[in-house]
């Protein structure tokens, strides 16, 4: 009982102090989002001082007067230099890189020091996940010189693929004396995009092959013009040296693509990754599967940087054509990071 209602508490202050916090990629550090409380060592110091005054006072003693007022003075411009350490700094969030479940997020964060004068010390930014605390990622500290900025780049794990919100993020520090505690919460709006695990376990690449739909779709167009032997349609990467003038300029009055050169006995068949039909996937989940494409995707686009093997993508519903390069990899790693076709919902709130 008394669990859960420790939880229903904690559920709603955490829910109190997210409707506080707007999700912004941008954050200026003011007295309305700032926050300053003593720390352990704070509490001692004041106990200290007050005993210290209680026994002058008992005793009249002068030079405990001064003592505990001295101490009380110290403490009080601890206060306010603690506070102004954080005032006014401002922070902005870099693009995160896309990476595989089970692998670090690093989260680039630029804390810029507007004042022309002031050295802000010791900072620390980390991330917090709003209902179980502080998360895995290692705090990152930074020192800001007058004028200038600093970067620090937060490493958080992932867990499941999709689009994900990045976690809540703290900044505090403890200068100079470690008595108080100043900090702000920082909700950034950009997510970032989680690929499928690579499976550790995958089979060598299938060899599976099929009818591309996207160049049946580009014969069709042609009204039915098929292409002698060694030629096929342009592909992205291909070289300018392999484009035959002559039929591309037939073809382009027609409405189709330009046309390269391929020799009968250098060329590669497509390698078509399917979902469903691909040999290796029986018996496993959608995740699993998913998981596994990732790594054959990652294999293929080695395959084809070798020998220029293309590959397309086959899922239920989503068919991307055969082609090859970087970001041929990355839109097909991005297709199945979002597909949600027979599985559940994979993009949660609180965390990656």
């Not at 022309?116 to 705090?139: E, I």
Request: aromatic fraction near 6%; charged fraction near 20%; hydrophobic fraction near 40%.
């Amino acid at each position: 009982m008394i669990a859960t209602t420790t939880s229903r508490l904690r559920q709603r202050w955490s829910d109190w102090w997210e409707q506080r916090l707007p999700r912004q990629d941008e954050l200026r550090l003011t007295q309305r989002n700032l926050y300053i409380l003593p720390t352990r060592a704070g509490w001692g110091f004041a106990a200290v001082v007050c005993v210290l005054l209680l026994a002058s006072i008992n005793e009249q003693i002068n030079l405990g007067y001064a003592l505990a007022f001295l101490l009380g003075g110290a403490g009080l411009a601890a206060l306010y230099q603690t506070h102004g350490n954080l005032q006014g700094i401002s922070l902005s969030l870099g693009s995160p890189p896309s990476v595989h479940a089970g692998q670090v997020v690093p989260v680039p964060v630029t804390l810029t020091n507007q004042h022309r004068r002031l050295w802000r010390c010791s900072l620390a930014v980390s991330a917090t996940n709003s209902q179980t605390g502080p998360s895995d990622a290692a705090a990152q500290f930074a020192d800001l010189p007058p004028g200038q900025d600093a970067c620090v780049v937060l490493d958080i794990p992932t867990r499941q693929r999709g689009r994900h919100p990045l976690p809540r993020l703290v900044i505090e520090t403890r200068y100079p004396l470690g008595l108080f505690r100043a900090w702000s919460y920082w909700r950034p709006r950009t997510q970032v995009l989680v690929w499928p695990a690579l499976d550790p376990h995958a089979p060598p690449l299938p060899d599976h092959h099929g009818a591309d739909p996207a160049r049946t779709t580009v014969h069709q167009s042609r009204q039915g013009q098929e292409l002698p032997e060694g030629l096929r349609d342009y592909r992205r990467g291909d070289p300018v040296r392999w484009i035959a003038w002559k039929k591309s300029s037939l073809t382009l009055a027609t409405g189709a693509g330009l046309v390269t050169r391929e020799p009968a006995s250098n060329r590669a068949p497509d390698r078509w990754l399917d979902l469903e039909d691909s040999p290796g996937l029986a018996g496993l989940d959608t995740e699993q599967r998913l998981s596994r494409l990732a790594s054959w995707l990652v294999a293929a686009e080695q395959e084809a940087a070798a020998v220029g093997r293309t590959y397309g993508l086959r899922l239920p519903g989503q068919v991307i054509a055969c082609s090859h390069g970087a970001t041929h990899l990355r839109h097909c790693l991005d297709t199945l990071a979002t597909w949600s076709g027979g599985s559940a919902t994979v993009t949660k709130r609180s965390s990656l």
